[in-house]
């Protein structure tokens, strides 16, 4: 065999070495910790009751179809309300209704915190 064979084949073996013990780590925690990791790598601002009301009262007044391609929402497939203005660069705006849009899971993830683009449908005067 080739070197570079062999080190490709070797960096493949040490990458599944790594997975293997990340999962053994992962099945020995319980719920209560793997939410406690959740909860200290994020802000909170997901898990707080504000956004909670915000994302049903948004779901109530913009529906959860897609505001882009307009796919439904499923079971295994659940809308997210997208900051139209992003979060990151307008914290002011995190909890105006006026600033959220229903995508799902694919449109959401490609527009992720590029430019603000509204997608809702203009509304008729």
Known sequence: MKNST?????AAHAKRVRLAALADKLLRLSSNEIAAQIRTQSDGFT??????????????????ACAKCGAGQTRQKRVNFDHIKPRKFF????????????????CNK??????AVDYRP???S
């Open 122 to 124: 203009a509304a008729s």
């Open 6 to 10: 062999i080190r490709k084949a070797t």
């Open 47 to 64: 898990l707080s009751k504000e956004w909670r009301d915000l994302r049903l009262k948004a779901a109530d007044l913009y529906g959860t």
């Open 91 to 106: 914290p002011e705006l995190a909890l105006d209704i006026g600033n959220l849009q229903p995508l799902c899971p694919r």
């Open 110 to 115: 490609n527009k992720g915190n590029g430019p």
